[in-house]
């Protein structure tokens, strides 16, 4: 695409009104994700908390400016161009059968759409997560009663000794542990002369701070990126098109090493891919499945190359989304959470509040604020951080990249 094409769409109002995703819509604001956090902690007591059904006026805003865009601009040949066409049709229609949810409990469309716009969850990694799991539950030994009361709710015991979550070796893990600190070692000692002394609690008015400071080491405030304080978000959130972070407004509570991840998940990764990309894709952030699930696993792997050993991550999220869609038994927010947090507690040296919050947490990241009581009423977005950093480890584990490849692969110059 040429760039006075390239110009021209930037500046068309329905673009903008494109620009902005499916998680923008279906994102809880401040006070509903409390009262349904809260909700969930008391084990559903009360009635769940009424949340706001997806505008239909602005579905058909969508509807309206993708005509105008598809009517425009259809001779432009351009592959990545209609490709993002598509992709928006399909996420306005997902959009439309989140509506349906909401208001009808026909969860049908939704998940129709999930499997286009995501894809379907892997089944054999799922009870390879659970696997993992289950294995730490039998190590630990913590509550035998509690465990067999889980398991015959799951029946589980058919999924152990079917893992297939792969798990680097400690010299593999060692080697790209070395690069990602040369890689990120200006961030990291930046981050580390803040968090190393934060605690376990930090505001999120502190992480913006940061993460100003990671775009002007990275050059980024000069190339246009900001950072927003922002009310409809679940932690941070990057948008490539409005060369903007938004971090919530609350607080974060994540260790020093976790957060220093997340970080440079979200600069690191995120924002200085797209300042390397060129044209149109440079508008938008990774929309193709195959893209997308190769980002946010490199953002993953980048948070685990932080840590002092290596830790699965997004494990618990990947195994709501199987609990949640589970096509023999489709499960509601407040059955998945009660299943979440046993996993948690009986694998975990947490203790049991520590475990229902982290459930509640990730409970909510797969229900977002879609439908909480309608079974399997969730958005498998969330499935490409394992699906990405289980492809990612099972490649870096038989291939060692050299450094500059390595670096290639952060960046996203390289061809794959």
């Known amino acids: 695409m040429d760039n006075m094409s390239i110009g021209a769409i930037a500046k068309e109002p329905a673009f903008d009104v494109l620009k902005t995703g499916v998680l923008r819509h279906v994102s809880l604001n401040s006070a509903n994700y409390a009262a349904l956090y809260d909700w969930l902690l008391a084990d559903g007591k009360g009635e769940c908390p009424a949340l706001p059904v997806l505008s239909t006026a602005r579905i058909a805003k969508r509807n309206e400016s993708l005509e105008q865009l598809t009517t425009k601009y259809h001779d432009v040949p351009d592959e990545t161009w209609q490709q993002w066409l598509t992709y928006k049709q399909q ?67 058919r999924m152990q000794g079917e893992a297939v979550m792969h798990t680097p070796d400690v010299a593999t893990f060692a080697y790209y542990k070395q690069l990602a600190h040369e890689y990120f070692g200006g961030a990291l000692e ?11 609690t930090i505001s999120g008015t502190e992480v913006a701070r940061l993460l100003e400071a990671m775009l002007v080491l990275y050059g980024a405030d000069a190339a246009g990126w900001r950072v927003m304080l922002a009310d409809r978000v679940d932690r941070i959130s990057v948008s490539s098109g409005a060369k903007t972070i938004h971090v919530a407004k609350r607080d974060f509570h994540l260790s020093p090493g976790r957060l220093k991840g997340l970080l440079l998940h979200e600069v690191g ?49 990947y195994i709501a989304l199987g609990l949640s869609t589970d096509t023999s038994q489709p499960r509601t927010a407040l059955e998945v959470y009660g299943l979440l947090w046993k996993l948690r507690y009986l694998s975990n040296s947490s203790s049991l509040e520590q475990a229902k919050r982290f459930a509640a947490l990730e409970t909510l990241r797969v229900v977002r604020g879609i439908a909480p009581t309608v079974p399997g009423a969730v958005l498998l977005r969330d499935a490409v951080y394992v699906e990405g950093v289980d492809a990612l480890w099972r490649r870096l584990s038989t291939e060692r990249l050299s450094p500059d490849a390595f670096e290639k692969l952060l960046r996203g110059s390289e061809i794959t």
């Not at 995120?270 to 696993?297: C, I, N, W, Y």
């Open 269 to 317: 990764v995120h924002v200085l891919r797209s300042m390397h990309k060129t044209g149109f894709e440079a508008l938008v952030p990774a929309f193709l499945a195959a893209d997308r699930r190769q980002e946010e696993g490199l953002g993953v792997l980048v948070e685990q190359l932080v840590l002092r050993e290596y830790h699965s991550l997004r494990l618990f999220r």
């Open 190 to 200: 930046l981050l580390e002369s803040t968090l190393d002394h934060a605690g376990g």
């Open 91 to 157: 996420e306005t229609a997902l959009l439309t059968a989140i509506h349906t949810v909401q208001t009808t409990g026909d969860v049908a469309p939704l998940t129709q759409l999930n499997a286009q716009l995501y894809g379907v969850l892997d089944v054999n990694l799922l009870y390879g997560c659970i696997g993992q799991v289950c294995d730490k539950i039998d190590t630990l030994q913590r509550d035998t009663a509690l465990a067999a009361e889980l398991f015959a709710d799951l029946n589980l015991k």
